[in-house]
C-alpha cells in the first residue's frame, strides 16, 4: 500500500540541517480489509430452552446451556454438539429446532384453601421445554398479617441456578386493611413483569394471576416446583433441522442465513 506523502517546506533558514524541501512518510489511515469471522460454531439441533427458530448466540460451554438448557438424551442435541465443539471453538450460534409438541413449563402459587387450593400467581417459562421444570418459587410474609397490612416477599429461583427476590410487595388496598388478592397480584406482577418503575422483568418466568381470593401460603410450604415443560425432540427429524428457507417465517438451517459466513455448520 503506498503511503501517503506530506512536503514540509523549511521557509525560515535554520530550522532544518538542510533548507529545502523534506518528505516525511505519514502512514495511510485507511483500515486493512477484514474477511468473516471464522472462530464460531452454528449448530441447529434440540435443546430444553431457547425459542425455536431464531439465532441464539452464546460464548462456552455455560453459555450455551443458557441459551438452548441442557438436554443431552437425544442425537440432536444442541448442546452436546457445543460440548463436543469445545474447548477449540467457545462461540456458537444455535437455532433450536423442535417438533411442535414443546410446552412452557409452569410453577403454581398457591392459596391457604383447603382440601383444594387455588392459584394466586402462575409462573410460565419465558421458554418452552423440561429446564423449565428445574425452577421454583416461594412466597413469604415480610410483615403484617393475611388479617393487617400484610407485605410479601416473593423469590423465584430460575433454572440455572440464579436467585431473584422482589421484596416488600403489598398485598392490601388500605393502610391497615387485610389481604386483598387483586391488589397483591397486581403489585406482584408489575415487579415480576417489569412494569412496575425501576424493576426488571424476570428473564425466566412471566407472571400472571391466578383465581384465588384468599391469602396465599407462604413461607417453606408455599415453595413450587416447575411442572409440564416439554422439549418436543422426540419427532425431530433431518427435514426439521435443514428447515425450510421463507425470509422471515425460515426455520432449521435457514434461520442462519447471512450469519454464519466463515463458520462452521452442525446439524
Known amino acids: 500500500m503506498t503511503p501517503n506523502v506530506n512536503f514540509v517546506s523549511n521557509l525560515q533558514a535554520g530550522n532544518f540541517v538542510f533548507d529545502g524541501a523534506y518528505v516525511q512518510g505519514v502512514l495511510s489511515q485507511q483500515a486493512l480489509p477484514t474477511g468473516p469471522a471464522t472462530n ?18 452464546a460464548s462456552g460451554p455455560q453459555g450455551a446451556l443458557l441459551a438452548v438448557g441442557r438436554k443431552t438424551s437425544v442425537k440432536a442435541s444442541a448442546y452436546s454438539a457445543a460440548i463436543d465443539a469445545s474447548p477449540e471453538c467457545n462461540q456458537f450460534k444455535f437455532v433450536r429446532v ?8 409452569k410453577i403454581n402459587l398457591v392459596d391457604t384453601a383447603t382440601p383444594t387450593p387455588a392459584n394466586v400467581l402462575i409462573l410460565t417459562a419465558a421458554c418452552t421445554g423440561s429446564d423449565g421444570n428445574l425452577g421454583s418459587a416461594r412466597i413469604d410474609l415480610a410483615s403484617g398479617t393475611a388479617t393487617a397490612s400484610p407485605v410479601y416477599n416473593i423469590t423465584i429461583y430460575d433454572p440455572f441456578g440464579g436467585t431473584t427476590v422482589y421484596k416488600n410487595i403489598p398485598g392490601f388496598s388500605t393502610a391497615g386493611g387485610p389481604y386483598v388478592a387483586t391488589a397483591f397480584q397486581a403489585n406482584a406482577l408489575a415487579a415480576i413483569n417489569g412494569t412496575a418503575p425501576n424493576s426488571t422483568a424476570n428473564p425466566y418466568y412471566i407472571a400472571t394471576a391466578g383465581t384465588s381470593t384468599i391469602a396465599p401460603v407462604t413461607g417453606q410450604a408455599s ?20 428447515g425450510t428457507d421463507a425470509q422471515a417465517a425460515s426455520t432449521g438451517m435457514y434461520v442462519l442465513r447471512g450469519s454464519i ?7
Open 40 to 57: 464460531f460454531t452454528a449448530i441447529v439441533g434440540a435443546g430444553s430452552w431457547g425459542i425455536p427458530n431464531r439465532v441464539l448466540t
Open 98 to 105: 423442535t417438533d411442535g409438541t414443546d410446552v412452557a413449563a
Open 261 to 267: 459466513a466463515g463458520g462452521q455448520l452442525v446439524l
Open 223 to 242: 415453595l413450587a416446583m416447575g411442572s409440564g415443560g416439554t422439549d418436543g425432540d422426540s419427532g425431530v427429524t433431518d427435514t426439521m433441522l435443514i
